[in-house]
Structure formats: structure tokens, C-alpha cells
């Protein structure tokens, strides 16, 4: 049961990221984690094959203003700091990589704190 359920959370995510290297056109892309407990996020540019900007709801800073990692507040959260910190990298415009999961919850809480932060997808 463990092994199919894996094998097709592979295949959401593989089947998302081809989409998303075809209609990328050379953007970087903001990738998503999220666990039972935490959410993270990455600026990842694959081209040059190195993480521009990151954010997570593990940082000391967030720890101490959130209560759990693990709601839309914390994602929201996650989502500006990311954005910030990808600005000041000289990073506005993403590909957003949202991985097998579905766009709705903590995954949009942190894509609308993103955009509404300044970067563009």
C-alpha cells in the first residue's frame, strides 16, 4: 500500500515538473515542501544547479512568532520571506512548482504571500 501510494506521489510530481521545464522558459522555479509539521520553500535555479533563495517555517525567527508550523498562517509566513529574500537576490519572476500536492490550503496561503511579497508567477 506504502509502495503504490509513493510510486504515484512520483508520478504527480515528475508528471508536474516536465510541465513546468517545457513552459518555464529559463525562469527559476519556487519549489514546496510541506510536512506534517512544517512547510519549506526554495528558489531553485536548475540551470546553474543551486538554491537562490529559501525559506522554512523552522527558522528560529518564525518559531518565535508562530505557534505551528504547520497552518496557513505559517505557510503565509514562509511565503514573504521567501519572497523577500529572492528580491534581494535579483529574483522577480518564478515558475511555481507546487510538487504532488494539490493548490489549495497551505500550498495557496504560501503562493498568494509570494505574490503578494513581489515575485511573479
Do not use: C, N, W
Amino acid at each position: 500500500m506504502a509502495d503504490r501510494k509513493l510510486a504515484l506521489t512520483e508520478r504527480r510530481r515528475s508528471r508536474l515538473r516536465y510541465q513546468l521545464k517545457m513552459k518555464s522558459g529559463g525562469r527559476v522555479r519556487l519549489s514546496i515542501f510541506r510536512s506534517g509539521r512544517h512547510i519549506y520553500a526554495q528558489v531553485i535555479d536548475d540551470k546553474a544547479g543551486r538554491t537562490v533563495a529559501a525559506a522554512s517555517s523552522l527558522e528560529k525567527a518564525m518559531r518565535d512568532e508562530l505557534k505551528t508550523g504547520a497552518d496557513k498562517d505559517a505557510a503565509a509566513a514562509v511565503g514573504k520571506l521567501v519572497a523577500e529574500r529572492a528580491l534581494a537576490a535579483g529574483v522577480s519572476a518564478v515558475v511555481f512548482d507546487r510538487g504532488p500536492y494539490l493548490y489549495h490550503g497551505r500550498i495557496k496561503a504560501l503562493a498568494e504571500a509570494a505574490r503578494e511579497g513581489g515575485l511573479s508567477f
